[in-house]
């Protein structure tokens, strides 16, 4: 009997303690969560929150709609589904972030993802982080290995990712798709999944901890150009106070091309020209047979096209651009900024040593601007060449030096997932670049509330801050500041 009493003891102790480890309930939008615990004592992630309705069927090429309801507490331990895209195989960036163990990908892909240390404390107005994946807005999720945010929200951060509509899926206008709504035609379905989630975070996350009038988006890559776009949509007004934006140039000076015209973006119409084209030559002549194709046929459709017709398509454009509409993106990033509609907020912004282009150079001229409309923009340079241990043969050298979007593992600090050899100090290097853009999430500057040695770009001051390694990077410092003129 003695034994009894003690294991039952023993059981209801167990009990107590798992029940004290639980994260509290929530409830939001579509119904009640509950997240589970990460690495990092204290930090719980909330995984595969739905943030729409499935945009499949009849929401294809539809703009986000309310999420459906669900029946109990949803416990948010699983990543939701990556958008469909092609497949990933072994080599190149696949290597890099060792994709595989993901959900499958399907068109059912609206879900995001929070960090906290603080669920369910309404009073707790952490600063919030809304991260936006890169991928040429044909490829990518916000769950990929690198992205894990519990270091962020170690730092007293609630940090949010989220997947969005990419390729053919996320960005296709029609001529029958814009008559359906003419008042808000447009074929920017990725980029409306992006406002979507930040009008999500606007309802919902005081739940989690996070004060709504204060969140900074940030992206690299094509989420970088999103970050762009948003900065320059009517439709973001008052849904963020901070930007960064990481290896997706800066401004480009207007151009011209032989004619002597300045270059532009696609237009809505021009998109639909493309597009319709394609369709037409497939026989989908209408909504409901464009709708009711399988998921695999429109995703090759426009490849086939090329291939048999050998005539290019806005859909196979790469990396994606969103379109100038009337509704969702007016005008330009480049417009914006140089007609000062841009979002008046303060701006970090930068890129890697070995990133391909002219960024630096547009990202002096960006900062530039925003000095010259009020505003303020802080430079940076990722000029650690990430370490190799000589075991993957399959690494190319586009995957060496400081290249484009190897300063993930840093901004993240999710080293620990991948495999390189790293030293100590690449954690110090982490550390001291998840501080600052923490920091830049708090208070919109990257030294935190006093200031410190990271000045704004300006025409007095051109000075890139240089993330390196000292003692391996010495070569870096020559390189730190080339733009300065």
């Keep these: 009997m003695k034994k009894l009493f003690t294991a039952l003891a023993c059981l209801l102790s167990f009990a107590a303690v798992n029940a004290g ?21 204290g930090v719980t992630v909330y995984r595969g929150i739905p943030f729409a309705a499935p945009p499949t069927g009849q929401n294809r090429w539809r703009a986000p709609q309310p999420v459906i309801p669900w029946e109990g507490v949803k416990i948010c331990d699983t990543f939701g589904h990556p958008p469909f895209q092609a497949a990933h195989y072994p080599g190149g960036y696949t290597t890099e972030w060792g994709y595989g163990d993901e959900a499958p990908y399907s ?39 690198e992205f894990d945010g519990q270091e962020w929200a170690a730092k007293d951060v609630v940090l949010v990712s989220f997947n969005y509509r990419v390729g053919p899926f996320g960005f296709f206008a029609h001529p029958l798709i814009s008559a359906e709504d003419p008042e808000h035609a447009t074929g920017n379905w990725g980029m409306l ?69 300045q270059q532009s973006m696609t237009t809505l119409a021009q998109a639909e020209e493309s597009t319709k084209e ?27 096209y090329q291939q048999v017709t050998g005539k290019r398509s806005i859909l196979t454009a790469a990396p994606i651009s969103p379109y100038i509409d009337s509704y969702t993106l007016p005008e330009s990033f480049d417009d914006a900024c ?4 841009l979002a008046q907020v303060p ?117 890139f801050m240089i993330f390196k390694l000292d003692e391996n990077d010495a070569e870096a410092s020559a390189l730190g500041n080339p733009l300065a003129r």
């Design 338 to 341: 140089l007609d000062n509609s």
């Design 193 to 261: 999944d992006q406002i979507e989630a930040m009008k999500w975070v606007q309802k919902n996350i005081e739940q989690f901890g996070g004060d709504p009038d204060n969140v900074m988006i940030f992206g690299q890559s094509a989420g970088s150009r999103s970050v762009k776009f948003l900065c320059s949509s009517p439709l973001t007004k008052g849904l963020f106070n901070k930007a960064v934006i990481m290896s997706g140039s800066g401004l480009v000076k207007p151009r011209s091309n032989s004619m002597g015209m």
């Design 347 to 463: 701006y970090l912004i930068g890129y890697t040593l070995n990133d391909a282009g002219n960024m630096g150079t547009q990202i002096v001229d960006f900062c530039l601007n925003r000095e010259e409309m009020g505003g303020k923009a802080y430079a940076y340079q990722f000029a650690r060449p990430l370490p190799d241990d000589g075991n993957h043969p399959e690494v190319t050298q586009r995957l060496r030096g400081a290249f484009h979007s190897s300063d993930l593992w840093f901004v993240f600090k999710s080293l620990k997932h991948c495999w390189r050899p790293w030293t100590e100090g690449d954690w110090d290097l982490s550390e001291k670049m998840l501080t600052a853009w923490s920091n830049f999430a708090k208070y919109g500057d990257p030294n935190g509330a006093d200031g410190g040695e990271w000045k704004p770009l300006t025409k007095e001051n051109r000075q």
């Design 107 to 145: 068109e059912d892909c609206l879900y995001l993802n929070v960090w906290t240390k603080k669920p369910g404390k309404t009073d707790a107005k952490l600063p919030v982080a809304i991260w936006i994946f890169g991928g040429g807005m044909r490829e990518g999720w916000g769950s990929e290995p």
């Design 21 to 41: 480890n639980k994260s509290p309930i929530l409830t939001i939008e579509g119904g009640q969560v509950q997240g589970v615990s990460t690495d990092i004592k």
């Design 278 to 304: 394609v369709m037409d030559w497939a026989n989908l002549k209408t909504l409901s047979q464009m709708r009711n194709a399988g998921t695999e046929t429109i995703f090759a459709l426009a490849t086939i």
